[in-house]
T-cell receptor, first 112, second 113 residues
Framework: QKEVEQNSGPLSVPEGAIASLNCTYS??????FFWYRQYSGKSPELIMF????GDKEDGRFTAQLNKASQYVSLLIRDSQPSDSATYLC????????????FGTGTLLAVQP | NAGVTQTPKFRILKIGQSMTLQCTQD?????MYWYRQDPGMGLKLIYY???????DKGEVPNGYNVSRSTTEDFPLRLELAAPSQTSVYFC????????????FGSGTRLTVV
């Protein structure tokens, strides 16, 4: 059974701090990974895609991937109250079908 | 450009009733997916489709059926609703490129009583 694990939180950080969200996955053959943000009562929205080991930066967001450790993380710099949401890690499975398996998500609370 | 449209937004069903959740996308995406999300949980894949006429089961297909007669539409059918099907249902679509990610609909909140 392929699994994606995240700490459910809540992760509480003060405004302006760096929030670090972590995700581990069980299938060593996994190649591609996503981070989605989901506000309460809303649908998930895409934040980042990463497939290469190392860091990928997009604005205040940095995704980090370590395939040897089967670990992917998301850093949010200069956290804002508007970043308060659930962050879902997702792993691509199933070859060319782009099927995703999602973690349960980490609830981030940014305190003003 | 509406993206992915789901109807209805809310529905209450009685045990044993049936219904169809509608999903339409106008982005000419070949790939479409149905997920359910239970409170405090991640999304679980119910069914997916890689093109018109092609569907396959995901992680939790029992109690559901799908069809894909056109590129745009991917309805999800619930037969003989059970309380365990109380959930929020999301339809999503994507291009064939893996890095394109999903576009999600706004969801259908279903309660079975």
């Amino acid at each position: 059974q392929k699994e994606v694990e995240q700490n459910s939180g809540p992760l509480s950080v003060p405004e302006g701090a760096i929030a670090s969200l972590n995700c581990t996955y069980s299938d060593r053959g996994s190649q591609s990974f996503f981070w989605y943000r989901q506000y309460s009562g809303k649908s998930p929205e895409l934040i980042m895609f990463i497939y290469s080991n190392g860091d990928k930066e997009d604005g205040r967001f940095t995704a980090q991937l370590n395939k040897a450790s089967q670990y992917v993380s998301l850093l949010i710099r200069d956290s804002q109250p508007s970043d308060s949401a659930t962050y879902l890690c997702a792993v691509v499975i199933g070859g060319a079908t782009n099927k995703l398996i999602f973690g349960t998500g980490t609830l981030l609370a940014v305190q003003p | 450009n509406a993206g992915v449209t789901q109807t209805p937004k809310f529905r209450i069903l009685k045990i044993g009733q049936s219904m169809t959740l509608q999903c339409t996308q106008d982005m000419n995406h070949n790939y479409m997916y149905w997920y359910r999300q239970d409170p405090g949980m991640g999304l679980k894949l119910i069914y997916y489709s890689v093109g018109a006429g092609i569907t396959d089961k995901g992680e939790v297909p029992n109690g559901y059926n799908v069809s894909r007669s056109t590129t745009e539409d991917f309805p999800l059918r619930l037969e003989l609703a059970a309380p365990s099907q109380t959930s929020v249902y999301f339809c999503a679509s994507s291009y064939w490129r893996v890095d394109s990610g999903y576009t999600f609909g706004s969801g259908t909140r279903l309660t079975v009583v």
